[in-house]
């Protein structure tokens, strides 16, 4: 019998007939349905990525150094930190680890980073991107917050300079966002933007060397400090040899450190600081009124010299 003969059977020839089938040609009357469901279990940003998928120039370390020196990064972070204010009551050993967890908050509208900078901090950011802007680190791998804390700040620190080694272009090969940026910022007409571009090249070039000579200070106050240290354990050495000390071969040049005369000088500093503070308070200001004897009535009620000794008579 053929398949097409047995679609054409009534039910009671049907039934007698699955009595005679073998089990191998059961498919072709209980052929079971399947559904396919398709459905993202993972999300996007979750899921494995090639090791690089930005296939631009990377800029070099030194130039975001010298970026860094003349305009430093400018955001806020935050620092979350638990712990129990009423203490462990608990017989049983503490699992709890929460005092020493650091988590550590920024928001990536605060970084001021280009597209392509920004794309790439989400991208080394990792599972700790979940699509929002504000970004979460979290550290628990050390003993202590404060270590945790410290490894969060340099997490955060290594991947934000990484991310800045991206182009800083505010265009993302998108010709409209360019011609867009490009009114917005520097100006709609031509005359402006030349205008708009010269004058920014001259501000940079002034604050550039302004950083450079606020640097060129520190490093002559660094120095100054230094010869001032030196000749001042020269002196301390000079006086430590009349008392009958021993100093070593170079006393004569550089000194020796002594503590106890520069804690005895920074004290005397501070008292003297202090003065100088208590002298330069306000008077105090009394609210209500104080009603009593006056200075001259004490004056008029004192008694003189005369009276004071009067014979007895």
């Given amino acids: 019998m053929s398949l097409l003969s047995k679609a054409f059977l009534t039910q009671a020839q049907r039934s007698n007939h699955l009595l005679q089938t073998p089990v191998r040609c059961m498919a072709l009357y209980r052929k079971p349905k399947t559904h396919h469901l398709s459905y993202t279990c993972v999300p996007d940003f979750m899921k494995p990525a090639p090791q690089d998928p930005f ?50 908050f920024v928001d990536l509208k605060e970084m001021k980073l280009a597209p392509l900078q920004r ?35 340099e997490i955060l620190r290594e991947i934000y300079w990484e991310s ?31 205008a708009t571009l010269a004058r920014q090249k001259e501000e940079d070039v002034k604050h550039r060397l302004e950083v450079d000579a606020a640097l060129m200070g520190i490093q002559q106050e660094q120095e100054t400090a230094k010869e001032q240290q030196r000749l001042k354990r020269r002196d301390n050495a000079l006086k430590r040899a009349q008392l009958g000390f021993k100093q070593p071969a170079n006393a004569e040049t550089e000194g020796v450190e002594d503590k106890v005369l520069e804690d005895l000088e920074f004290n005397s500093k501070q008292y003297l600081q202090q003065i100088e503070e208590q002298k330069e308070r ?13 200075k001259a009535e004490i004056e008029a009620l004192k008694l003189t010299e005369e009276e004071r000794f009067r014979p007895i008579v």
């Avoid at 929002?132 to 490894?151: A, G, L, M, P, W």
């Avoid at 306000?282 to 006056?294: F, Q, W």
């Fill in 55 to 104: 296939d631009y120039q990377l800029r070099p370390k030194q130039e975001i150094l010298e970026e860094f020196k003349y305009y430093p990064a400018d955001f806020a972070v935050g620092v979350k930190y638990k712990k129990y204010t009423a203490g462990d009551t608990r017989s049983e050993d503490n699992l709890d680890n929460r005092e020493r967890v650091a988590k550590v």
């Fill in 119 to 153: 794309a790439r901090f989400i991208y080394l950011l990792g599972n700790r991107w979940i699509g929002s802007d504000r970004v979460k680190i979290v550290c628990k791998q050390y003993n202590t917050f404060h270590e945790n804390y410290h490894k969060a700040m």
């Fill in 164 to 194: 800045k080694r991206a182009p800083d272009t505010q265009s993302n090969r998108n010709p409209y966002r360019k011609e867009f940026l490009k009114k917005k910022l520097l100006g709609r007409t031509r005359e402006e933007r030349l």
């Fill in 282 to 294: 306000k008077p105090v200001r009394l609210v209500t009124e104080v009603k009593g004897i006056s």
